[in-house]
């Protein structure tokens, strides 16, 4: 517990304290992974062929090696915010893969269905999350 309070100390302190506030002490280095992701799934994507198979297919791995760096670390203080991450994780790879089949002509006929269920739940979860920080604020 002393290390948590030490760790919020330096949070607050330090001028990086907008990239660091985030993270657990032991994942303080995220961000960097985080930007690693954001330029993997989009400008290296770039580099390839737009909408060709190898792109989605990169694009496949890049989400699940991510999806698995955050799932093993679990590097955000809320567990909520983790749980966020690993599901909005998912989702890129879901739409990725759905994309990938769709290319292949190998879809199932209910794919859109997939893609507008994964589109509502996702709506519905950022609704929820509003609505209980809402609460929290009026409460403040």
């Known amino acids: 517990e002393l290390q948590q309070e030490e760790w919020a100390e330096i949070i607050k302190k330090h001028r990086l304290s907008f990239l660091l506030s985030s993270y657990k002490r032991r994942t ?13 799934l989009s400008g290296f994507l770039a580099l390839f062929q737009p909408g060709s198979t190898r792109q989605i297919v990169v694009g496949c791995v890049f989400s699940l090696f991510f999806l698995r760096l955050y799932s093993f670390y679990l590097p955000l203080l809320s567990t909520r915010d983790n749980a966020l991450a690993e599901m909005c994780n998912w989702q890129l790879f879901s739409i990725l893969f759905i994309t990938l089949l769709l290319n292949f002509g190998e879809a199932p006929r209910f794919a859109g269905i997939i893609l507008l269920t994964i589109l509502y739940v996702s709506i519905l979860f950022m609704v929820y999350i509003l609505a209980k920080n809402m609460k929290a604020i009026i409460l403040l």
């Open 28 to 40: 303080y280095w995220f961000e960097v992974i985080e930007t690693l992701r954001r330029i993997s």
